[in-house]
Each structure stands twice: as C-alpha cells, then as structure tokens.
C-alpha cells in the first residue's frame, strides 16, 4: 500500500474513532448540582395537551409526569457547555414546550401541560 494511501486510512480512522468518542463522551462529562424536570398539579386552565407526545422525544417530562415525586432522573451540565451541544436536557425540553404551549400556558420559568386528563406545571429545578 502507497504512503499516501495508508496514510488517508489512518486520518479516516481517526476521525471516525474521535467522533464516536464524542457522541459516548457526554454522558460522562457533569458539573455542578443536579437539575431535574419537576411536573407538579396545577389549577385549571390553557395548556398543551402532551398526550400524543413522543416519549423518546421528551424522556425527562415523562419520567417526572410518572415518578412519584413528580421529579426526573437528574441531568448536571457540562463543563465549559461542551455536554449541551450533545445532549436531550430538561432545559431543551421546557423551551420546545414553551414554544408549542398555546397562549397563556406559559409563564417566565414554567409551562403547563396535560396529560390524562390532568393539568400540570413543568419547570426545570435544581437541588
């Protein structure tokens, strides 16, 4: 095999190596306090019905909407915001509620939601 031609193999399997590295890295990388998606009953009112929601798409709003506290498993950022880039977070989540929420089921740090049958609000917490 020519130089050139080992040599462009090498670099291929390099690259192919670093980004799996990437993509199996984030769950390694955490910093700071745990946040989790906290789904808690609430008053009648406007809200996003989530029901026909996908479950893969939203894992940390239903694993709170589910839970017996009412809390999702726990998320911590990334250092220097490298694990965002990466990664599904509770943060995502409410924003893409927020933004399908009809008007007035929304407020600064919370949205609200039901799902069979009951309302709930959905904000991102830290313990």
Do not use: C, H
């Amino acid at each position: 095999m020519r130089p050139i031609a080992r040599n462009g193999l090498l670099l291929l399997v390099g690259v192919v190596v670093a980004l799996l590295a990437l993509g199996a890295l984030p769950q390694f990388l955490a910093a700071g306090d745990p946040y989790y998606l906290a789904a808690n009953e609430a008053d009648d009112g406007p809200a996003l019905d989530v029901g026909n929601f996908s479950q893969q798409q939203y894992p940390y709003l239903f694993e709170a909407l589910a839970s017996d506290d009412g809390r999702s498993s726990a998320y911590r950022r990334g250092p220097w915001g490298l694990k965002e880039a990466f990664t599904n977070s509770p943060f995502d989540e409410l924003q893409s509620l927020r933004e399908f929420a009809p008007a007035g089921a929304t407020t600064e740090d919370a949205a609200f939601v039901t799902y069979e049958g009951t309302r709930y609000r959905i904000e991102v917490i830290q313990e």
